[in-house]
């Protein structure tokens, strides 16, 4: 099978209120899959070739079976590891998780304290996070850190850097906040497409620093496309290591907490999800349901055929295919066209051009959904806060 990692959103029930939370998480789903059902489809996920499991939320630990189900996991010859937003976890309960078999713990922090606490919308929650750190640290577990970017947590990066270094994680994830869920509520948090120019140097710079210092960078699938600092962001072998289109469905699985799955957890459920562990089984939707499927077919002609835009005419489109699939669709309620990418912003300044966008449909409510925004390109002011080196 091509699949190899699972990201399985255990509950929806949650202890924080984000407001940049793309699933909206807060209370449990109605029908969250019963701790048998769970139990085999950790089973089904061994089965399809899933060689790791992630665990999330809401919060992952507040469904009271979760460490059962992180032994099973483990028992079937899985890793695991638990992503959460480190809230009131004990001592105990980190001492529990490293007795089951968890095998890395990755905290989200985002922005420096005053930041943190406005988005997560729990005053203590960034102090939190570094005692969560520290607990499972303690109990000999490996920690990291992921980190949304932001207008507000964006200014912050080499300060956030500098906190987590001193914390000891070994990995950090960053990525930028796209409108899904309350952040399309609260679009004004996010970054417009010409503020990647002063965003993604400053991002470069700390990348290095990070890597000098053994802490391992991931870019989500939404940094960078094809600019100058591509090749720091990629960490690739060679100097020509770039994005090479969306691989949902090729080597991820998203799985809800009722049983849901999609080709990559981020995606919006209303077009995503392939089918349900209730109706059938992991490997039929794996192989057979065409929402999983639709990056198969990335080298043939038509590959390209769902773009649109800016990028339909892109001297890159073969190889990057729209950028995030995820990114994309919640902006437009489709795929294909990117407007979050760096090439794009200094195509666009070396015109004397900036893109801007606002939204134009709301979003239904629901977790994972999106409202519908316009895109439209104006002048740069007459001094633009760009770097274009």
């Given at each position: 099978?091509?699949?190899?990692?699972?990201?399985?959103?255990?509950?929806?029930?949650?202890?924080?209120?984000?407001?940049?939370?793309?699933?909206?998480?807060?209370?449990?789903?109605?029908?969250?899959?019963?701790?048998?059902?769970?139990?085999?489809?950790?089973?089904?996920?061994?089965?399809?070739?899933?060689?790791?499991?992630?665990?999330?939320?809401?919060?992952?630990?507040?469904?009271?079976?979760?460490?059962?189900?992180?032994?099973?996991?483990?028992?079937?010859?899985?890793?695991?590891?638990?992503?959460?937003?480190?809230?009131?976890?004990?001592?105990?309960?980190?001492?529990?998780?490293?007795?089951?078999?968890?095998?890395?713990?990755?905290?989200?922090?985002?922005?420096?304290?005053?930041?943190?606490?406005?988005?997560?919308?729990?005053?203590?929650?960034?102090?939190?996070?570094?005692?969560?750190?520290?607990?499972?640290?303690?109990?000999?577990?490996?920690?990291?850190?992921?980190?949304?970017?932001?207008?507000?947590?964006?200014?912050?990066?080499?300060?956030?850097?500098?906190?987590?270094?001193?914390s000891g994680i070994?990995?950090?994830?960053?990525q930028l906040t796209?409108?899904?869920?309350?952040?399309?509520?609260?679009?004004?948090?996010?970054?417009?497409?010409?503020?990647?120019?002063?965003?993604?140097?400053?991002?470069?710079?700390?990348?290095?620093?990070?890597?000098?210092?053994?802490?391992?960078?991931?870019?989500?699938?939404?940094?960078?496309?094809?600019?100058?600092?591509?090749?720091?962001?990629?960490?690739?072998?060679?100097?020509?290591?770039?994005?090479?289109?969306?691989?949902?469905?090729?080597?991820?699985?998203?799985?809800?907490?009722?049983?849901?799955?999609?080709?990559?957890?981020?995606?919006?459920?209303?077009?995503?999800?392939?089918?349900?562990?209730?109706?059938?089984?992991?490997?039929?939707?794996?192989?057979?349901?065409?929402?999983?499927t639709f990056n198969?077919?990335?080298?043939?002609?038509?590959?390209?055929?769902?773009?649109?835009?800016?990028?339909?005419?892109?001297?890159?489109?073969?190889?990057?295919?729209?950028?995030?699939?995820?990114?994309?669709?919640?902006?437009?309620?489709?795929?294909?066209?990117?407007?979050?990418?760096?090439?794009?912003?200094?195509?666009?300044?070396?015109?004397?051009?900036?893109?801007?966008?606002?939204?134009?449909?709301?979003?239904?409510?629901?977790?994972?959904?999106?409202?519908?925004?316009?895109?439209?390109?104006?002048?740069?002011?007459?001094?633009?806060?760009?770097?274009?080196?």
């Open positions: 099978m091509r699949t190899a990692y699972a990201v399985w959103e255990l509950t929806l029930k949650c202890n924080l209120a984000c407001v940049h939370c793309g699933s909206r998480a807060g209370e449990a789903r109605h029908d969250e899959l019963t701790t048998a059902e769970a139990l085999d489809l950790v089973g089904q996920l061994a089965a399809v070739g899933i060689r790791e499991v992630t665990l999330i939320g809401g919060e992952a630990f507040l469904r009271p079976d979760w460490i059962e189900i992180v032994g099973e996991i483990v028992r079937r010859g899985m890793t695991c590891s638990l992503t959460t937003g480190g809230y009131g976890i004990s001592a105990k309960t980190a001492q529990r998780a490293r007795d089951a078999g968890l095998q890395q713990v990755v905290v989200s922090i985002d922005g420096l304290e005053t930041t943190h606490d406005r988005l997560r919308g729990k005053t203590g929650s960034w102090r939190q996070c570094f005692e969560t750190l520290a607990r499972f640290r303690d109990v000999g577990l490996p920690v990291c850190a992921n980190t949304q970017l932001n207008r507000l947590s964006a200014p912050e990066i080499p300060e956030v850097f500098s906190m987590l270094k001193r070994g990995a950090w994830q960053v796209v409108p899904m869920g309350n952040a399309a509520d609260n679009w004004e948090l996010l970054l417009q497409p010409d503020d990647l120019l002063t965003v993604f140097p400053v991002l470069a710079e700390t990348v290095t620093l990070a890597r000098q210092a053994g802490i391992d960078v991931y870019p989500g699938n939404n940094i960078g496309y094809f600019g100058p600092f591509e090749t720091i962001f990629r960490r690739g072998p060679t100097p020509d290591a770039t994005w090479r289109g969306c691989s949902a469905g090729l080597n991820t699985l998203g799985i809800e907490a009722d049983g849901s799955i999609k080709g990559c957890p981020s995606l919006p459920s209303a077009d995503y999800i392939g089918g349900n562990i209730r109706e059938r089984r992991l490997h039929d939707i794996v192989r057979l349901a065409p929402e999983l198969l077919n990335a080298a043939a002609p038509e590959a390209t055929d769902h773009l649109w835009g800016f990028c339909q005419t892109c001297e890159h489109a073969r190889a990057c295919r729209g950028g995030c699939t995820w990114t994309a669709h919640v902006f437009f309620n489709r795929p294909g066209n990117n407007p979050y990418c760096h090439h794009r912003a200094l195509k666009h300044a070396e015109r004397g051009l900036r893109e801007r966008f606002f939204p134009v449909q709301t979003a239904a409510g629901l977790p994972f959904d999106n409202g519908v925004f316009e895109i439209v390109t104006e002048p740069l002011p007459t001094s633009p806060k760009r770097d274009t080196s």
